[in-house]
């Protein structure tokens, strides 16, 4: 058996040595379009690699997957978080859980993940070749051995023949994705940014940069887009674990209304307008003599309780005894659901993710093969599974990966392509 997979990152060299390990007699051959081999997964977490997420207090896949939950609900079974984190330890990696449950190495360094796949690749006798793009996949005419065809960009490499593909490329543009999938019949939904930042064009916010709130709730106005978690005040406008889990459920809404948008951001972790004002009118029994400005809720920095204030039309001199319930309901206004207008997104470092890709309409859900072209297989992002920041995406790809390979490896062993 021959078999290509095509992308070198998370998916696809996870794919082709579990596949080696189960079949050692096939051929098993990685193109890469890129000089690097696993070039995003050295740079994911910051370059430290948040290779998954232990799942806990996740009540189900919809939290972490805005696209695919109920198929990696289903897959998740077959290899899950823990099966992923066994399969790390196993080949030396040691592991370290963070206090948001994001699953690191221990030594802190993404390249330690990189050179753990690379050395398996090289030690299981995987060839792996580079700056190699796939241009197109198709059947074969039944002459010349192999049951696909697979051309490359740029006419200076011969086509080379494959028993079975397994697609692993990533955030790949769909219109790239339909032309190397011609006469397959599988189905590819558009692509789209997914994990960004939000610009906005509130000044008076970009000058808090810096600033972090470590429990709050941002949302789209308008929709049912929201999220939870910490946020950072950027000199573009907002980030941090909130932003991108928010711009992970809303890509496609964002995308479509070219990302402008009101944001509405709730600074007292979700609270609502009763426990707020609560949590105000306490403050104001127990500080009445000192000014708005020097008591605040202690999650909310000074440098954003001034600027929370000038918003609600309120004098930061003014004394929490003197302050009367109409202003105190701007404060509460201006705290649950304080609004701006969003002016484009951001990358979020270089851990972009897109949505979008192979229709899940066009996979089997318990082998991940192509149900209208057998013995082509799909792995990781190519796929319309996305999920949030967290260690989810990559959770995503191994899983993923696993899955694929073993239905690839029962056809090996089975003896047809």
Request: charge should be positive; charged fraction near 20%.
């Amino acid at each position: 058996m021959n078999i290509a997979i095509i992308g070198a990152g998370a998916a696809g060299c996870f794919a082709a040595i579990n596949l080696k390990r189960l079949c050692p007699q096939a051929a098993v051959t990685i193109y890469e379009s890129g000089r690097r081999p696993l070039a995003k997964v050295s740079v994911t977490g910051g370059g430290r690699c948040n290779l998954t997420n232990t799942f806990e207090g996740v009540k189900s896949a919809d939290e972490a997957y805005p696209r695919g939950a109920r198929l990696m609900r289903r897959l998740l079974r077959h290899f899950s978080q823990d099966d992923a984190m066994r399969w790390f330890e196993s080949e030396g990696v040691r592991l370290t859980v963070q206090s948001d449950h994001c699953v690191f190495p221990a030594s802190q360094d993404a390249m330690e993940i990189v050179g753990t796949l690379l050395r398996l690749v090289r030690r299981l006798g995987i060839s792996l070749i580079t700056e190699r793009r796939v241009a197109r996949i198709s059947r074969c005419d039944g002459t010349g051995g192999g049951a696909f065809r697979i051309e490359f960009a740029g006419g200076g490499a011969a086509a080379a023949r494959a028993d079975m593909v397994l697609v692993a490329t990533g955030g790949t543009k769909a219109s790239t994705l339909r032309e190397m999938l011609a006469g397959s019949g599988a189905e590819i939904e558009d692509t789209v940014p997914s994990l960004f930042s939000l610009c906005l064009a509130d000044a008076g916010l970009r000058e808090l940069a810096g600033t972090v709130v470590k429990d709050a709730t941002a949302a789209i106005s308008g929709t049912k887009h929201k999220a939870a978690g910490p946020l950072l005040v950027t000199h573009w406008g907002v980030s941090g674990p909130a932003i991108l889990k928010l711009s992970a459920r809303a890509a496609r809404h964002l995308h479509g209304c070219g990302y402008q948008a009101t944001l509405s951001v709730n600074w007292n972790g979700g609270r609502g307008e009763a426990e707020t004002m609560e949590t105000l009118a306490a403050i104001a029994a127990d500080c009445p003599k000192r000014q708005l400005a020097s008591a605040h809720p202690p999650q909310i920095g000074a440098r954003l309780w001034q600027h929370l204030l000038a918003k609600s039309g309120l004098r930061p001199d003014c004394r929490w005894g003197e302050t009367g319930r109409k202003s105190l309901n701007k404060l509460v206004s201006t705290l649950t659901n304080d609004t701006y207008a969003v002016s484009g997104k951001c990358r979020f470092k270089e851990e972009f993710v897109t949505c979008g890709g192979v229709s899940l309409a066009s996979v089997s859900a318990s082998t991940m093969e192509c149900k209208t072209c057998p013995g082509l297989f799909f792995a990781g992002e190519a796929t319309d599974i996305d999920g949030i920041t967290g260690g989810f995406n990559l959770q995503a790809a191994w899983t993923t990966a696993r899955v694929a390979a073993e239905a690839m490896a029962a056809r090996c062993a089975a003896g047809r392509g």
